[in-house]
Every structure is written in C-alpha cells, then in structure tokens.
DNA sequence: CGAGGATTCTTCAGTTACTAAACAAAGAAA
DNA sequence: TTTCTTTGTTTAGTAACTGAAGAATCCTCG
C-alpha cells in the first residue's frame, strides 16, 4: 500500500473539528475533499465527533445528480470557555460558546493595589458568576483564558485561579489572544497568514502563519509596538529610539494633544488636570471623539500617528508576507475609523507583495472586547484542537552524549 | 500483524535524519531521548538508514555502567547536491555533500543578455563539468538548487534545467536558501528561531522559525529591505517612502559615495565614469575596502548604512523574537566587519526580548558563496527532510458546497 | 575469574489509525 | 419502472508505532 497520508496535524479528529468550525457548514464529501482522507476515515471521525456531541447534522444540500449531502455543523451551545481580559482599569469576563459568540459578558474594576490572593478569590468568584449567571453545567465548561498585556507577571495567579475555580487556565498575550480571537470567529480563513494589529495603551501584533498561531521562542512575537520609523527619534522606554510606540501610540498621541492648550480645552483632557484610574485610555478616547466631531487639531494628531502606525504595519506585512491584516483592540475599537483608511491606502500602494496577492485590511468587528473573547478562544483552540506534537529536538543534543569517543575497531 | 524488517514512516525516518545531521554524532539512546518514541521504532529507522548508506555506525561512546552505546554519524559522502547562484554578474555553481560542505566550486560569468535556450545549454554544461571534475557519480546526486533574488523570473529556466541535466531542480529565493544554508551546515541550533540577513546588491532576509522554514503564502516573507525607517524619507522604487534599501542598501551607499568627489577619487569608483558590467557591486567594494584601509569619509558612510540596517534588524528581531541573527551575502562577506559591530550594539542594547533570551549576531563563515551553498542545502533538505504535508485546508470551503438547503426534516 | 547488575540494542506480538474496496442508500434521469 | 450518479458505511488489510521481553555488552566486586 502506498499510503502516505499519516496526518500530522496532533490528531485527524482535531483537524475535522477545526474544518467544521471553519466552514461553519459542510458535509463529510466536504471534508474528504478538504482532508485528503478516505470517505470511511471521515466517516468514523465525524460519528465520534456527533456521538461526543460537538457536531450535529443539521440538514440537506440540494442533490447534485445523486443523494443529497448531509451538512454537518459545530453543535455551538455543546461547550463554553471562559475568557478574563485584566486591564489595569477594568477586568473583563466573556462567555463565549464552541463558535466563539459571546453567551455572558461583565465586566468590573480592575484589581489596583489589591492583595493578590483576594484578587484571585475575586475573579474566580465573578467568572463563576458570569457562567451562573446562563445556567450552563460546570463540566461543559472548558477552560478558562487569562489575557494581560505583560502575561509573565501573572503566572502565579494563573495557577493560584486554576486551583481557585478548578478550570484549566490558559494564559497568553492580549495580541495573540485578539489574533486568535479573530481566527477562531471565521473572519479570516483557515490556514491564512494575519496579523492582529492590536493598539490599547500600547501597541503589539498578534500573528497567526498559515493557520498556526506563532508566538516565538519566548512568547514575544509580534513586538511591532518597538519597530523603528526613525533612527534619530525620540528615545523609547525600551532603550531605542524611534519606535512606533514613542512616535506615534496612544501615549504619545495623549502627551501631543496635551501640549495642545486649545485642543485640550476643545476635548476636555482629564490627564492633565486630574488624577484619573486611566488617563491615557480616557484622554485617547477624548481627542478621538474630538476628531469624530470634526475638531481638525485632533485630526491632524490621529492622522499623523496613523500614517506612522501603517509604516510599521506595511513593514509587518512584508516582512511576515501577510494575506490580512485585523486592526482591534480598545484604541482601535474608538478610532479604527480614521486610522485604518490610512493604513488600507498605505498597503494597496505600497506593500511589496501587492502584484502577487492582495491584502485585505479591515477593522474587526468586535475590537472593544476582543482580548477577552480571544482569551477564551485560547481556551477552545487548546482543548479542541490540541497543538501538533511534532517531535522534540532539543538543541544541545551534544550534551546529552558522552563527551569522550574512540575509534570503532 | 508481525512483517519483518518494515519501512518505518517517511516523517520518522527524515527527523531522525535530522537528527544525526544536527548532532553530529548521536547514539540510538540519544535518538530516542531526542525523539520521544521508543528504542524498537529507533532501533529499525536506524537500521532503515545504515542500509541505504546515509548513516553509519562511526566508534564507541564510554560505557556509563553497561554496554557503550554505538555512535551514529551521517555519512556525508553518501549522497551530493548542486547549488547554483544566478546573479547578474556571475553563476557560482557549488556541489556540496550531505554535510552542506563544499566539495567543488567554480564560478563564471553572469548571462548577461543571452539567449534563454543557450543559457541552459550552457549551465547544465557547467554543472556536470563540475560533477565530473570530482568524479561523483550521477545517481548520487539528490539534485540542483537554483537561487535568484526574484525567483519567479526563472521559473520555466528551472524547468528546462530540469530537462537538461536530467536532475530534480529547486528553485528559491536567495536569501532564503542561505538561512537553511547556514541550519544545515549546523551554524545555528536545530531548533532555533533565526533569520538570515541578507545583503547582495538589494537587502532581504530568509527566515527560519523553530527550525522550519517559513516562506509565507507567496514566497516574499522576509522583505526587510522595504522596512519603512523613515516616513518622509526618499521615495522607493516599491512604492514607498524610506525603505531600509532606498535608505542605506549598497545601491544608496554607492550612489552618496559617488556624489562625493574626494571619495570618487580615493577608493577608485568606476560607476560614475564607465559600464561595468555590476557597477554597485564593484563600486560598494571599493568603498569597504577603502574603509577598511582608514578612508574617513568611507568609514562614515558605510557606519550610517549600519545604523539603518541596525535599526531594521531590531525590528526584524523584535516582530519574529529572534534567537540568532546571521549576516551573510556578498556584500556582508565584505563589509561585514563594519556592519557587524554596529548591529550587535543595537540588538544588545534594544532587543525588546533581551532579558528573557539573548540574541546572537554573527557573520556567517561563507557569506560570499552562501547563495550557492544554500541552494544545495534546500536539495538536501527537500530531498532527504520532506515537507510534512499536513492536511489541506482550503480556504474558500463554502464554495465547495453547494449553496442552498433545505431543513432536515 | 566469574557472578551479578547496569545499560544498550533487538525482536516480536499487539494496537491504532489509516486505506481500499465493496456495499448500501437516496435521489435524478430515462 | 430501470439505470445511473452521488453519498455515506462497513469491512478486511496494513503501515507504523508501543511495550515488554530478551540478547548482547560492559563494569564492578567478591
């Protein structure tokens, strides 16, 4: 027998589910054609899969000369996750279902100075509100995803959360998990190359190659917040100069528009005047509701920072070979509008793969709370669609031998 | 049920090719402590491997307490690949063996305006001049890797060397073929993250991560020489304002050194009086080695080049977290001695990720030849480390479907 | 020197997840 | 109705692994 076709994604179970998911709708023809498997092979994977009930036939395509297929869907209410978004200002709880829709959504102050192990009997007794709150079973609950912009300073409250409300905890990066987010919602197709532009305080890009999630050898990919636009600019807290972050994020755009005395009075600043839980976020959102109203001092502002935010994202792009591209994220959620015509005009003339294949920038329909459906996304990705455990090849394999040889015979 | 003696799984066996490769020498403990699977599945891949002629058993380990374990080692004069480099003023034609070491190397003149048909001829000529001058015989041969820095202009070339020599050939982007260049021969771990920065007469990148090389969905990932450093700077021929290549690739050094009559005078400049047949590249030599020789103006010059590849390389290393960073093409193979310091001032200093994992910039050992010697190393690695096909998962599945349907029942 | 333990490597039955091919079911066309 | 097409299931066979037992080799110690 020739048959070559041992899969290599983790499992085949895993990758017919992610079709499903992706589809949205399809039949087992459909996915034989998709998979490359056999017709029995699909056969026996989706009866698992309708058996465990996270898929369902849910009805008939028209005949094409023959029998109809029957169409397979994700049974979406089978399973939920849970997903946190901690802000400094505020934490954000999501439940969302197999597809990825939002079921529950709160939201509460953010944690400040607290004792952490309060902070932890906190969420854990607000997530478990949250999923009370729709009467859902606790054993269909996957998981939980716990989303920060800086996700190494909170693995001990992971674990502590774990223990605390007896779910598995995931944690990653609030780019990632807005990228992830967005994959898993179907926006972008299944084995795309995107990134998620994602701008809150700061600015960072979550990446998805070819439908894989990347998140590097230490989790930091994506840092464009940190790409130079000028070698003679203003020196960034990361120890460069130039960087986008410095140049044209949403601090920046605050400390400009309030060195701006009319601008200030025109958008009513607080940062500069008061104390407030977030001045830069509230004040961001300020100068955009300025520019929205037609204020054309806070326009030139956002205008100028977006034209520095699509040099970054074309240089992203070339340098990844993106098919698309999300803007999400709070900043973004307030002013996508003006920014992403900017960033559309910069790729259509100028990224350097344009002739070969387009790439489609658009803004992501859920950018305001898109780290915590993405953090729960995290969840459903990981327990559905476990990663591909290729083998392990570790680097230093000269140190796992015996320093000394001799010659054979 | 219990066949003898079975072809193990094409996966297994290339990884742990791979393995031996990567380590150099490595037992069958070490195998299995590397791979994850099990002594017996080991032991019949090695076995596997011994009779086709890629491994051998090369001495003894010190015993540890029992039986010395037996050491593995690629038998690298197995098997040979070819590696040509088209450039506009040279093919450099390189036949490597199953190490990625050169065996035999000659070099000629560029095709210049020839006719497509004779340029064929010519190089399949050439290539077995170069087999046969080392007596290799022709079924050891895994193939031709051809390299360009736009390789889809030599498409229907590579069909009709494939015709003519009778080899498979690949065909890919330069810069890309010296990254696996330099994973192959071992420079960099078998695991890492690490992209290969690319400088001939334009600025590129091939980009290898967690030990796969990833090309993108179009083939153009990598194009770090349209990384935008400056938002208003002079206008590139991709469209943009301020790329790295328009900025500081050795085009835009060669072209300020010209503007500069002192400096025309001192390093010899040739472009600005008469046709060579590659005036950058001519000319961008003289100016390193006028550098090299205490030439102020030549040393300021290719110093600001520096911090513009710097910047970008910062970038680079911050959106793909980076492990290692290999300088390598000709003309690093020149100037490299200039670039490199200043490269690693600013990935030490402003590598966003530093804290967590260090970034090793290096020159690569062979950058003059490393298109060539990469070109042979993807022969290599297509030819004995396949590409997992993993399933296809075709992006537009809806419209694979039919549709309308209708409820069930 | 030889028994006994430690370690490495091989053999082989058993399991899993696939394929190929035959079969069954359902609709269209005639 | 009969016949053809298409969809989905069942079944036998097999590639590629695992796990456990056994053989081979080396060291140590009485």
Redesign the interface.
Known sequence: MSG?A????ASTRA?VL??VR??????RV?LV?????TGGTISTVVRGLIDEGLVA??????S?GGKR?V?LQLNHFARYAVGVHLDDARITYVLTNLGGAVVARISRAGAGADEPAAVVARVAREADALIDSVGVERDRILGLGLVAARP?EHHEFGRALERATGLPVVLDHDATAAAIGEHWSGGV?????FAALFMGTGIG?GVV???TT???????????G??????DGPRCW???K?CLEALAGPAAVVEQARADRALTRAAGLVGGRTRAATPVAADFAAISRAARQGNTRAVTLLERSA??VA??A???A????L?VLVLTGPSFAIAGSIYLPVLRA?LD??F??RD??PISVRLSPSAASAPAIGAAAIVLQSELVPRRQ?????????A???P?????R
């Open positions: 070559p041992r899969v290599t994604h990758a992610d079709l992706a589809a949205g709708m399809i039949s459909g054609n998709a998979t490359g498997l036939e849910t009805g008939h395509a028209e094409t297929r169409m190494s197709g299944a084995t795309s190359t890009a190659l070819g439908g990347y998140r590097g050898p230490s989790g930091h990919t994506g840092e464009i940190h790409a130079c636009l000028d070698i990361c120890g460069a130039g034209r520095y040099a970054a074309r240089t992203l070339n340098v990844l070979d098919e910069e003339s100028a350097i793969a070969v294949h290729g083998l392990r090849l570790p680097d230093d394999l000269a796992e031998e015996p000394v040889f001799q010659a054979l």
